[in-house]
């Protein structure tokens, strides 16, 4: 009798075991209105930074989680709309972070407040943060690049250590620019002229992630206030290009059934050796403001080394 007992308990914690394990981090992982993310890892902790919806505020949205299920809401120092204001400033608020660990362990943060980039450094996470520039002006000014919106930078480290800097966007969802420079160590200072790495389908958010010796230019496509909203990518061999889409371009875009619409501005990160997608999506809505809601999915490679169309139905719970 007590065998059988046992052998029932033993059955019963394998079963528990087994569901714990396909239990799930839903879309959207959180509640609130939130776009634009990017996120950094320190000591075990994730850092989401994003857009506060409507079309951002004064602030960012800080959200720290272990796990992806509970979330702890911040509020940081910098950027403000009232510390990232210059005389070229347009009248936009505070949008689209890209934070990221340099590499003397503090944190950068590359933004668009007013239609300008802004750099900021911090000791951590959660700052206190300042401005890159003693000056206290933007890296890049409204009115440095013509035809050019000056908003969704995205900074990358290479392998060697090298930093790279893309942002751009278009104006009345037309004229879609991405620009692209290298950064000195200081993580402030150029490294030579920006170049104009525009590709066909690109309007904004780019994202750089490098893959084996590939790297790939990420970016969003169509309106970002309806369903035409979605990520595409091109290949290039260096960081600065050229990049070349192909057949395989959109990787996730508005489903069939409408239950993810507008899916875009997005980053990525690695978690225990996966590749994960974290991006926003429009939640539908009569009004005529956008509101947005940030999800989770795994992003994956097939064996000719493209990115595969994106599952939007979450990921596992982290152990």
């Known amino acids: 009798m007590m065998k059988r007992v046992s ?26 209105y939130f776009a634009d993310p990017t996120i950094v890892k320190d000591k075990g902790h994730y850092f989401i930074y994003a857009t506060i919806d409507p079309w951002g505020a ?3 949205a800080v959200l720290e989680t272990t796990d992806f299920v509970k979330f702890t809401r911040h509020h940081i120092n910098w950027p403000t709309k009232e510390a990232c204001t210059s005389p070229t400033s347009l009248d936009e608020m505070v949008w689209a972070p890209s934070v990221v660990k340099g590499k003397d362990n503090k944190f ?36 440095d690049y013509p035809n050019v919106h000056n908003i969704d930078p995205d900074c990358f480290i290479d392998s060697d250590g090298s930093i790279y800097l893309y942002w751009g966007s278009g104006y009345k969802w037309i004229n879609g620019h991405c620009m692209a420079v290298k950064l000195k160590d200081d993580m402030v200072s150029f490294d030579g002229a920006p170049k104009d790495i525009t590709t066909p389908h690109f309007f904004e958010g780019a994202h ?35 990049f070349q889409e192909d057949e395989h371009r959109v990787i996730l875009s508005t489903s069939a059934d409408s239950t993810v619409i507008g899916p875009g501005h997005h980053t990525t990160f690695v978690e225990k050796g996966q590749r994960y997608i974290l991006y926003h999506r429009i939640f539908p809505q009569k009004e005529s403001f956008v509101l947005r809601q940030l999800c989770l999915d795994s992003l994956n490679f097939d064996s000719n080394g493209n990115i595969k169309k994106v599952s939007t139905k979450g990921v596992q719970k982290f152990n």
């Open 208 to 242: 750089l992630v490098k893959r084996n010796k590939t790297y790939y230019l990420m970016f969003s496509e169509g309106k970002a206030i309806d369903a035409s909203y979605q990520v595409g990518y091109a290949k290039g061999n260096s960081p600065l290009g050229p």
């Open 7 to 32: 052998v029932f308990f033993a059955f019963m914690l394998f079963c528990v075991a087994a569901l714990a394990q396909k239990q799930m981090i839903p879309n959207p992982i959180t509640g609130g």
């Open 58 to 60: 004064k602030e960012l």
């Open 108 to 143: 950068y943060m590359y933004v668009a407040v007013g239609g300008e980039i802004w750099g900021g450094v911090g000791n951590t996470p959660l700052g206190p943060w300042k401005n890159l520039k003693k000056d206290n002006t933007p890296m890049v000014k409204s009115t």
